[in-house]
């Protein structure tokens, strides 16, 4: 059955594609502690003895990474298919492949099938870019930035309830796959259900897209006027947080380190932290971005918090743990919870109406890139001080935070939003 396409003029619920997202960074986050503890004994295993404890970084970083390299091969061609089929078959066909790809990570008992199964959960998720698309094609220009915050919410959300759920899955079910994968896929099964009967098609321009190679669109996309700065940030951004998401529990838990966490407490301390990251982006970009944004523009926005972000980010690893620990999180949540929306938003005013899912689409893949170039950088850094990944993140930060406030102008078309945009210099 055909289902009506959505306008602008009654746009439809977001409820479905926030759930999406939000389910998205669930089946990524809930499997965090999993993979950097047994994924190091997995690794070892695989390895056998003689192994090196920088071979073992290694691979417990490729093991998070693939699911980001399955998203960058995947996320701008589902976007490029949502410009020319419709973005609503695309999010029915990822939410299924997450229920095939959980079932499989709840049997998977080798490195192998760990890999694997991460590779079609990344697949799947490279939906992001078409539900970025989605919001994009049923709001006007100048209302993108509070509803691309919701999204962020959901981001934000599932980085809330992933570790913490994935902690407890694994301690009821006493450390095996089994619960927490049967538990992630029986949630993706939900949401399909949810897209089929409650998403419209968005993408009523759909019959002039073009069907296009990966790199002509790609050359296109970044002969846009003004995107190539924007796209180039928001990598550099992305590449900076992996530094965090892939090696913090092993901060706590390193014996070596000046505020280790004795190691029964690592996975719920470590689960709180990142929880505390989520709600804070949560409360954040669903709440206050519709404040903040809106009065500062989404350039100043974008400006002010990739600032506050690098000295935050490189403070992580020497501030104690517990509440002094809770407190830089919150920041941590704050600043990026902030800037991620405005510059989503202004990357799709840049983005031409017929190219909305494929730039948004490759939004997503060059996160993606981050997240498979980080894990691998980040853990060989580790190996040589557990300090080095959050400053090698936060010297990372300072470039887009440097072009924000250089090469951006309030000027340019895509930062037309700005308020007083003239008596900005």
Not at 73 to 92: E, F, H, N, P, Q
Request: aromatic fraction near 10%; avoid cysteine.
């Amino acid at each position: 059955m055909s289902q009506p396409a959505a306008t602008n003029s009654k746009a439809p619920s977001l409820l479905p594609l926030i759930l999406t997202v939000f389910l998205d960074l669930l089946g990524f986050a809930m499997f965090i502690p999993d993979l950097q503890l047994r994924g190091e004994g997995l690794a070892t295993a695989f390895l056998g003895k003689p192994s090196t404890a920088v071979e073992v970084g290694l691979m417990v970083g490729f093991g998070q990474s693939v699911y980001s390299i399955a998203q960058l091969l995947t996320g701008t061609w589902l976007g490029r298919l949502s410009d020319i089929k419709g973005r609503r078959i695309v999010l029915l066909g990822s939410s299924a492949l997450s229920v095939v790809a959980y079932f499989l990570y709840a049997h998977a008992d080798t490195i192998w099938l760990l890999w694997l199964s991460r590779a079609l959960s990344g697949i799947a998720a490279a939906n992001l870019g078409v539900a970025f698309a989605y919001v994009a094609d049923v709001t006007k220009p100048e209302e993108r930035g509070p509803k691309l915050g919701l999204l962020g919410a959901a981001f934000g959300v599932g980085f809330i309830i992933g570790p913490a759920l994935g902690a407890g899955l694994l301690a009821l079910g006493k450390d095996s796959p089994l619960l927490l994968g049967y538990t992630a896929a029986i949630l993706s099964a939900i949401n399909f259900v949810l897209i089929y009967l409650l998403v419209r098609e968005s993408n009523t321009s759909r019959q002039d897209a073009v069907k296009k190679s990966f790199a002509t669109l790609l050359r296109e996309a970044l002969n846009v006027p003004g995107l190539a700065i924007l796209l180039g940030m928001f990598f550099m951004m992305n590449l900076a947080f992996t530094n965090l998401e892939t090696t913090y529990f092993r901060l706590l838990a390193d014996p070596n380190w000046i505020f280790k966490v004795a190691q029964e407490h690592v996975k719920t301390f470590g689960s709180v932290i990142l929880l505390v990251v989520g709600i804070t982006g949560a409360i954040t970009q669903g709440g206050l971005a519709r404040i903040i944004i809106p009065k500062l523009g989404e350039l100043k926005t974008v400006r002010v918090f990739y600032t506050a972000f690098v000295p935050v980010f490189a403070s992580v690893p020497f501030i104690p743990q517990y509440f002094p620990g809770i407190f830089g999180t919150i920041a941590l949540g704050f600043t990026n919870g902030l800037a991620m929306p405005s510059m989503n938003s202004l990357v799709s005013r840049r983005a031409p109406r017929e190219m909305q899912g494929s730039i948004m689409g490759l939004t997503q893949s060059l996160g993606s890139l981050a997240r498979i170039i980080g894990p691998l950088f980040a853990n060989w850094l580790f190996q040589h001080n557990p300090s080095y990944p959050y400053l090698y993140g936060a010297a990372l930060a300072t470039i887009p935070a440097v072009l924000a406030w250089v090469v951006l102008k309030p000027s340019d078309p895509s930062t037309d939003s700005e308020p007083s945009a003239g008596m900005v210099h």
